[in-house]
């Protein structure tokens, strides 16, 4: 197998990835808390781990990828009471929404996705483990993580106990020993409408206790690669990795890898059609593949700019391979080709360096240009696969005009939309995709984009 590296935001280095179990991976990546329908920030911490994935499954790997859902919470509290509604439907309602814009990104779901509200028994169960270890301590209903029994607290986010703040405020501060400590159950309060038992009282899990107990569940402790945004290092990682070292006597995960920020380009995105800052509003203007393509534009770890001029950069790397594809011919590649393959696969193995394996891609499609017509496409289709843009190849078949079927779908939810029945355009939507038909609500009106 080829060494893969990745970078660990704990000992700041490229470390290789060694199996625990020979052969298997464990994968956690923290995923979003559902009190509205997702960013498309959100999405990038999914869609990294997806295609990560792919990647170690295609290097021969057998991989299980953990994503949570933060389905308890004071955002949903919040947003619950301010729509007047129960939080657990909200929730419910989120989740829902979170699984189906995603699902349109077409890759697949994660091996498991957990929910808080169902983890209860053993996120109990490890706040009493922390609570005899005397790592912890029950106060007026609350229960407190003590953040100075831990001597290695502070070595994944790299702070010093005196630059710390959990981010709590003012909520429990008067019970807590040391302003220094968080969080690890909430005693329910006046106007949360959601609270289980517990043997120190009634109320719901604070937010970092749920991924220590979930990760621990689905990969045990120890698992190999613990993600998510790196807005999460400090508290939530910090605060997770306390917290099983100090239940279990072990680091939680081997390495921590985070991704980047996206970065929005204000003002103009803010007047573009529709809303294209939540997930599903990006995909019905760009489609999914301009989307993965952005992202795998630029490196999983650094910042990425979202905005109209980067969209329309990958909107155009897309077109340049439906292209290239048109000039191939289904089959096996010129061994000629062979060392770019191993060029686009070892920039992944070397901390997943998605651009510049791309930038292999567009090598490939150059030599295969300059070869003329009918190269083999295996290669190029194996390496696209790992980054989910193979259907692209296929996509160039057929010449993309409309049949009347789908145009006519498109007028009806044209038409539903302009009543403002979202339901109703959604369903003629997902009609479309079943037909293979993607609408992309452009500036001058819907189109229809083939997706195979
Ligand atoms: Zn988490």
Redesign the pocket.
């Known amino acids: 197998m080829r060494e893969i590296r990745l970078h660990d935001t704990r000992s700041g280095r490229l470390r290789p990835l060694e199996s625990r179990d020979p052969g298997r991976l464990g994968l956690?990546?923290?995923?979003p808390t559902v009190y509205d329908r997702i960013h498309v920030g959100n999405a990038r911490p999914f869609v990294v781990f997806a295609l990560l994935k792919r990647f170690l499954e295609h290097e021969g790997y057998v991989v299980t990828l953990v994503e949570?859902v933060?389905d308890v919470n004071d955002k949903i509290y919040d947003a619950a009471r301010a729509q007047g509604r129960p939080s657990d439907g909200l929730a419910r309602e989120m989740t829902a929404a979170y699984l189906e814009d995603t699902d349109r990104l077409g890759l697949g779901r994660p091996d498991a996705e957990p929910l808080a509200s169902a983890t209860i028994g053993p996120i109990v169960d490890l706040i009493q483990a922390l609570i005899d270890g005397g790592h912890a301590y029950a106060a007026g209903g609350d229960v407190f993580f003590r953040v100075r029994s831990d001597p290695e607290y502070g070595s994944l986010s790299h702070r010093g106990l005196d630059d710390l703040d959990q981010g709590e405020g003012i909520e429990g501060a008067e019970r807590k020993e040391d302003p220094l400590d968080f969080a690890l159950w909430k005693g329910q309060k006046e106007g949360e409408d959601t609270a289980w038992d517990a043997p120190w009282g009634r109320g719901r899990p604070g937010?970092?206790i749920?991924?220590?107990a979930?990760?621990e569940e689905l990969l045990g402790v120890g698992f190999d690669v613990h993600g998510?945004g790196n807005d999460?290092t400090f508290p939530?990682?910090e605060n997770?990795a306390a917290q099983t070292r100090s239940a279990r006597g072990r680091e939680l995960a081997s390495i921590w890898f985070h991704n980047g920020m996206l970065q929005f380009a204000g003002e103009k995105m803010a007047k573009s059609v529709g809303n294209v800052t939540t997930l599903a509003g990006a995909l019905d203007r760009w489609g999914r593949d301009a989307l993965i393509m952005l992202f795998v534009s630029a490196h999983p770890r650094g910042p990425l700019v979202f905005s109209e001029a980067t969209m329309a950069q990958a909107e155009a790397s897309v077109r340049r391979v439906r292209e290239a594809a048109r000039r191939l011919r289904a089959g096996p590649s010129p061994p000629e080709l062979a060392p770019l393959k191993e060029r686009f696969f070892a920039a992944l193995a070397e901390d997943f360096n998605t651009p510049a394996a791309l930038a292999v891609v567009w090598d490939w499609i150059r030599e295969a240009n300059r070869r003329g017509g009918g190269t083999g496409d295996a290669d190029l289709r194996e390496m696209l696969a790992v980054l989910a843009l193979d259907d692209l190849l296929d996509a160039a078949a057929d010449d993309g005009a409309p049949d009347p079927e789908a145009l006519e779908l498109l007028a009806r939810r044209q038409e539903a939309r302009e009543r403002r029945d979202f339901d109703a355009a959604d369903r003629l939507r997902d009609e479309l995709a079943e037909r293979g038909w993607q609408v992309r609500d452009a500036a001058d009106g819907p189109m229809l984009v083939r997706t195979r």
Do not use: F, K, Q
């Not at 956690?28 to 995923?31: E, F, K, N, P, T």
């Open positions: 956690y990546a923290c995923g949570n933060t937010w970092h749920e991924c220590s979930m990760a998510g999460l939530h990682h997770e």
